[in-house]
């Protein structure tokens, strides 16, 4: 059964970092690219960073390029986001993501930028 399940959001003030993670399990992580979306309240979710199976390659929506970066641990079977630089308009949701035969989602975890 394939779970995802993000971890590390929370409240940091604008011109802060945050890393959140997301741990799998119940596919081969290894093989598999995985994306971090997020969801502004009212709105359909939206990918903001990608990583390809090996780690090697990654890409990024331009709102969060050079802010933002994507990493993965393949023996550990997750994969993380470092948020740096960080905007009120940066609060949302993230979720992690997988398509394997279908896409999967995690719960998802809450990240607020306020003073």
């Known amino acids: 059964q394939v779970e995802l399940v993000e971890s590390g959001g929370g409240l940091v003030q604008p011109g802060g970092s945050l890393n959140i993670s997301c741990r799998v399990s119940?596919?081969?992580?290894?093989?598999?690219?995985v994306s971090w979306y997020r969801q502004f309240l009212g709105q359909d979710r939206e990918r903001i960073a990608r990583?390809?199976?090996?780690?090697?390659?990654?890409e990024y929506a331009d709102s969060v390029k050079g802010r933002f970066t994507i990493s993965r641990d393949n023996a550990e079977n997750a994969v993380y986001l470092h948020m740096s630089d960080l905007k009120p308009e940066d609060t949302a949701i993230y979720y992690c993501?997988?398509?394997?035969?279908?896409?999967?989602w995690g719960q998802g975890t809450q990240v607020t930028v306020s003073p």
């Open positions: 990583i390809g199976a090996t780690g090697a390659a990654s």
């Open positions: 993501s997988a398509f394997v035969r279908q896409r999967f």
């Open positions: 119940g596919f081969d992580f290894s093989i598999y690219p």
